[in-house]
């Protein structure tokens, strides 16, 4: 079953049961696939629906870190609960450790002098691309380049 379909039929669950929150922010799903299907010409794929709600659950990251700054706390306990509906439909995020090892495997395969942040995350990216976030990969780069 597709996102897309998962999404649909706990959008219908969510009517039945009356939950506003995880109502409205499955309609905003159902919204994006279709701009984004309507933007590329052509169905989504399992991977541009993965896409999207990646992009929505960051954009919910974003905004939970802009309203605890703003002091709005009902604002990012929302945010807060509509990121966690979203992350429902994505594959299992890595723990901080596996990051690490998937890292300095990296950095074991490049030569001394080609060890900077640009060359590390070039040759993790495609092996964490959709498994963890791409700001959680970057710090640990930080870090693991520090310590090499």
Known sequence: MSI??????????????????????????VSAFNYRRI???????????????QKLVKQRGDSIEQFTKAG?????????????????????????????????????????EGRNQGAVMKAVMPQLKGLADGNAIRQIVTEELAHA
């Open 4 to 29: 897309h379909e998962q999404i649909s039929s706990d959008l219908k669950d969510a009517m039945r049961a009356r939950d506003q929150v995880r109502l409205d922010t499955l309609r905003s799903v």
């Open 39 to 53: 933007e590329a010409g052509a169905e989504l794929s399992d991977a541009d629906q993965q896409a999207v709600v």
């Open 72 to 112: 709005r706390t009902e604002l990012a306990a929302k945010e807060t609960r509509e990121r966690e509906i979203l992350q429902q439909y994505l594959p299992a995020q890595r723990s901080p450790d596996e990051i690490r090892a998937v890292v300095r495997a990296a950095l074991e395969g490049l030569p001394a």
